[in-house]
């Protein structure tokens, strides 16, 4: 459904020159949800404009549902529905309205898009609200009406950027079932998220972009296999010290330097913490609290880049 080839982008600004993406490679296959994962900054978003004709890429070529990115960009849109992050529905018109008026666009019949509209409505939880005026609803039910508007038109493939941003755990848990269920139907999703628990929930695939490249590829089990193991976080007054003692013992695949402390990959972490504590004791190194854990995606992200994705700063 999508594939990419050295994808780039660059930005002027105040006389620099800015890589948003660098030479990005990318394929999604039909019916997947794959997901984009990175940070704010990590250019996820210029990817999707990109493959979405809003920008024209710097270099690099594309091909998305079947048409060339940049022979037949009016074949791309026809086959997309695109829901950015900000949305884009008109606070003083009705739902209704603002769903035909979308279809419309796409050369749909009046007629044609007021069924297609009650269809979305009734499927998105938004069945009654036809007739309500757009500022009175709530941060949920617009945010499943951007969605609607993207699938007026019944598009091959939804790009979804940062659906979740800003709502109430609740309503976000509601939307996701409602973007698994627009998987079901037949569509292909792409999605931009920097939470590691919708990724980890919704996407087949991820993909994991920092600094304006894909860094790694995969399933989240897939990916979270890549560390495989238990991972003891310690506590520690000395990090240097403590970091180039572990790094010397074997067992310890990978030692980390966190926040106070040091995160060491292990076998196994309920047997082997005892024996990294010992070894930091007997150095004469105060521990202070311990944690063991699986890997998580946000491990994976601080193994691959040193930072947590959840702390990464916006580039």
């Not at 710097?58 to 074949?75: F, I, Q």
């Not at 996407?203 to 560390?227: M, N, S, Y």
């Not at 180039?244 to 040091?262: C, K």
Request: charged share 25%; with cysteine; glycine share 10%.
């Amino acid at each position: 459904m999508i594939q990419a080839r050295g994808l780039r982008r660059t930005f002027k600004s105040r006389g620099t020159t800015v890589e948003a993406v660098r030479g990005l490679d990318l394929e999604v296959e039909a019916g997947e949800i794959v997901g984009l994962l990175g940070p704010n900054g990590a250019g996820k978003t210029t990817t999707q404009r990109m493959l979405a004709t809003l920008l024209v890429p710097t270099a690099g070529e594309a091909t998305v549902a079947g048409c060339d990115l940049r022979r037949d960009p009016n074949g791309v849109r026809r086959q997309l529905g695109y829901v950015s992050q900000s949305g884009g529905t008109n606070p003083a018109a009705k739902v209704d309205e603002e769903l035909v008026t979308q279809a419309q666009l796409y050369g749909m019949s009046r007629g044609a898009a007021r069924t297609r509209a009650g269809e979305l409505r009734e499927l998105l939880d938004l069945a009654e609200l036809g007739g309500r005026v757009i500022r009175t609803l709530s941060g949920g039910q617009r945010r499943r009406l951007d969605v609607a508007l993207g699938l007026m038109h019944a598009p091959r493939l939804v790009f979804l950027d940062e659906p979740s941003t800003g709502l109430d755990p609740q309503t976000r848990a509601n939307l996701w079932t409602h973007i698994r269920g627009l998987r079901e139907r037949g569509a292909t999703i792409l999605l931009t998220t920097h939470y590691l628990e919708e990724a980890d929930a919704l996407c087949d695939r991820i993909q994991i972009v920092d600094a304006g490249t894909i860094v790694a590829t995969g399933t989240p089990e897939e990916l979270k296999r890549r560390i495989s193991g238990d991972l003891v976080t310690f506590e520690v007054d000395d990090v240097a010290r403590a970091t180039e003692l572990l790094r010397g013992w074997s067992d310890a695949r990978e030692v980390t330097a966190v926040a106070r402390g040091l995160r060491v990959t292990v076998d196994r972490g309920d047997t082997q913490a005892l024996v990294l504590m010992r070894a930091l004791d007997d150095a004469g190194l105060k521990i202070g609290a311990l944690h063991i854990a699986h890997p998580s995606l946000d491990d994976v992200f601080l193994t691959l880049t040193g930072r947590s994705l959840r702390d990464a700063p916006p580039a």
